[in-house]
């Protein structure tokens, strides 16, 4: 197994996304510290996998997973996460977003269907400051042409979480790798 099968994550996110995230990390072998949920479907999902929830980033039992983790995970968190947060994770923060390459911010989808852009994505970047913001690791694109509903475009969207989850592992496995050889 690769290093990321043993990355210690801390976790947030809501909705169906989110629990395709957290799923997708468990099931990729990753240790979940603690997560902060948003939605109580995810939540029950969490606990009954024996996954210490919380409400907030902020909230202290959090932030002390967060010291020992190696990443930050989001998927649809509701929280700015700021700098002094994002330092605390060995290899930073990863978000998820759709549409990351042209909506930014809150509502992409929605803005999406809105001006009729039926180029979908969902895209992992690690985490900065200002929303929304870093370098992308991974982006995957799926074309949600007649789609008249934001639920129709996100249910199309949810395997790709799954599989830039992945990726954007792999690209921390690689960074993993190359902090183990500068500090030996």
Do not use: W
Not at 112 to 141: I, N, P, T
Request: aromatic share 8%; hydrophobic share 40%; charged share 30%.
């Amino acid at each position: 197994m690769n290093s990321t099968g043993n990355l210690k994550i801390c976790f947030m996110g809501g909705n169906q996304a989110g629990m395709v995230g957290a799923l997708t990390l468990l099931s990729k072998g990753a240790e979940m510290l603690s997560a902060v949920s948003y939605t109580d479907d995810l939540t029950a999902l969490l606990r009954s996998l024996r996954i210490p929830v919380h409400k907030s980033i902020k909230e202290k039992g959090f932030i002390e997973k967060l010291k020992i983790s190696d990443l930050l995970v989001s998927v649809h968190g509701k929280e700015m996460v700021g700098e002094d947060l994002l330092k605390l994770p060995k290899f930073g923060a990863v978000n998820l977003h759709p549409y990351l390459y042209k909506y930014k911010g809150a509502d992409p989808v929605g803005r999406a269907l809105k001006d009729r852009e039926f180029k979908a994505s969902v895209g992992a970047h690690l985490m900065e400051e200002k929303v929304d913001e870093g370098d992308v690791l991974a982006e995957e694109f799926i074309d949600v042409s007649g789609a008249k509903s934001v639920d129709e475009i996100y249910n199309r969207l949810y395997p790709c979480y799954s599989r830039v989850i992945l990726k954007a592992l792999d690209a921390i496995d690689i960074k993993a790798k190359n902090y183990a050889k500068d500090t030996a």
